[in-house]
C-alpha cells in the first residue's frame, strides 16, 4: 500500500491492505429436524460467501446458490432417524453494518469493509493430508471443543445391485457432541444388502476447518 493505516496480525502479517475486504461473519444460522435438514440465507451475489458447518449428527453438508438464496443442508445417511441440529456460521465481504460507536473503516468506492465489532475470519486450518492416508474416504479426526468445516466431497462407493450399477456419495462429516467434534467421511445412504462393491473413488481430499468457539 501507498499510505493510510497498516493493520497486521500478532504475528506481523498484513492483515487489511488498501486492495482488500475481509470475510468476516455475516451470522450464524441453525435448523433441527430429521431427514436432510437446510438453512436458507439470503446473501449477495457480489460478494464471497464462506459457509462453516457443524451438526450434533453424522451428517455431510451441501450448499447451493440460487439469485441471492444460499441454501445448506445437511445429510445424515438413511438408517438415521433422529433429530439433530445443523448450524451453519456463514463468512462473507458484505459491506458492514456501523457499530454505535469506535472505529470503522472504508474502502475507496466508500464500501464499509471493517469496524471494531467485524468477526474477521482467521485461523483456518487444514485437516488431513491432500492426496495422502488421512484424506478422502480415509480421513479421520477428533478435536476438543466445537469446530466447523467447508462442505467437502469425499468420494464415492460404486458397485452392482441385482445386476445394476449404483453410485454413493460420500462426504465429510462434522459431528459435535457438546465436548468435541469428530470429522469423518460419512455415506448418503448404507450399501444395498447383496451388493457388490467395485473400487471406491476417493477423491483424496482435504478438510478446511475453524474453532467455532471464537465465533459464538
Known sequence: MTWGVLLTTEDGVPFLTDESTPISLQGKYSASGSGNVSVTITVDTDDVAMPFCV?????????SLSGTS??????????????????CYLF?????????WGLAIWDKNGKC???NETRVLTDIVSIGTKGGANSGLNLSDTRSGK????????????GVYQQRPFQIGIGMAAKYNGTSTVIHPVMSVPVPVGGQLGTPLDAKTVVRAIDLSKYD
Open 55 to 63: 451438526s450434533t449428527a453424522d451428517t455431510f453438508f451441501a450448499y
Open 70 to 87: 444460499l441454501t445448506v443442508t445437511a445429510y445424515p445417511i438413511s438408517t438415521f432417524s433422529g433429530s439433530y441440529t445443523l448450524t
Open 92 to 100: 462473507t465481504t458484505r459491506a458492514q453494518p456501523l457499530p454505535g
Open 113 to 115: 469493509i471493517l469496524t
Open 147 to 158: 469446530w466447523g468445516i467447508i462442505p467437502e466431497l469425499a468420494g464415492f462407493y460404486v
